[in-house]
């Protein structure tokens, strides 16, 4: 990973919320140096305001990177502030869900280089994956740079088009709301079947880490790991069978949510 460009001509952070955060340490653990950064944000936190980064101050002239790590509501006050950075040589990386390029393209001129990101809240603890796609002004240098910063919270992946980005917010953007639920259903579950509601939480929270990290590391494939662990006519074989109802079982259960979260995400894009 390199951020030699960010070393020579700063990178501006615009909103520094929770995965702004999560970036800034990131870039910050990796060795880029706190007075190459210039943050702008309304509402700074302590923490924020000790690490040396240029905080609230004037900008550089012409910034590596602009990354845009505001709520998409606040997209209309906040692109007026960066135009005079378009057409140039920075670079344009957006974490916000729902605005395109073409929006951006509007407002910082089609001859920027645009790159639209969508990270996971896993970024938190450095176990993130980021999806990227970039406009046609976009070249192979600027996207290793925004696969750079994006990989300082975890994995990233190059999509081929942008129309795909709404199924990967509903499906790695919204994901972790997902496996959250499942811990809390399986919690449940346990609780039903007579465990005390502490020792069913910890239980669910400990199996669902667990078998995420084994999921990790592991060579095999998700149905490999499953078949691993189900004996033929025993407990997970079960339990299994109820999962893998074609009509009501967990697939099914999921397309339709993952559908309905994917078309939720294109009514936003709107």
């Known amino acids: 990973m390199s951020l030699d460009p ?4 700063g990178i501006v952070l615009l909103g520094c919320g929770r995965m702004g955060s999560a970036l800034l340490a990131g870039w910050l653990a990796r060795g880029l140096a706190p007075q190459h950064v210039h943050v702008i944000d309304p509402a700074p936190s302590d923490w924020l305001s000790k690490l040396g980064v240029h905080l609230n101050a004037p900008l550089p002239d ?6 845009l790590a505001v709520k998409p509501q606040m997209m209309g006050d906040a692109l007026p502030a960066i135009a005079a950075f378009g057409g140039g040589g920075t670079l344009f990386l957006s974490i916000a869900a729902g605005t395109m390029l073409a929006r951006f393209e509007e407002s910082l001129g089609r001859q920027s280089p645009i790159i639209r990101a969508m990270p996971n809240t896993p970024a938190a603890v450095g176990r993130g994956i980021t999806a990227l796609i970039g406009n046609a002004r976009t070249s192979d240098a600027d996207m290793v ?6 990989q300082a919270v975890g994995a990233t992946l190059r999509l081929e088009s942008e129309a795909q980005m709404d199924a990967v917010t509903a499906l790695s953007g919204s994901g972790p ?7 809390e259903a399986m919690a449940a579950a346990g609780e039903a079947q007579g465990l005390a509601p502490d020792m069913a939480m910890q ?9 995420a990290e084994l999921a990790h590391q592991a060579p095999e494939s998700a149905a490999t790991l499953r078949e691993n662990v189900t004996s033929p006519g025993g407990t997970t074989a079960a339990a299994l069978e109820v999962l893998r109802e074609p009509a009501t079982g967990l697939a099914p259960l999921m397309a339709r949510a993952i559908a309905a979260a994917t078309a939720r995400s294109k009514g936003l894009s709107q």
Request: aromatic residues 6%.
């Open 6 to 9: 960010i070393a020579q001509r």
């Open 62 to 67: 012409a910034p590596a990177v602009v990354l």
């Open 177 to 183: 709301a997902y496996v959250f639920h499942l811990i």
């Open 145 to 150: 740079l925004a696969e750079a910063l994006m």
């Open 203 to 211: 239980l669910a929270r400990a199996t669902v880490t667990g078998a």
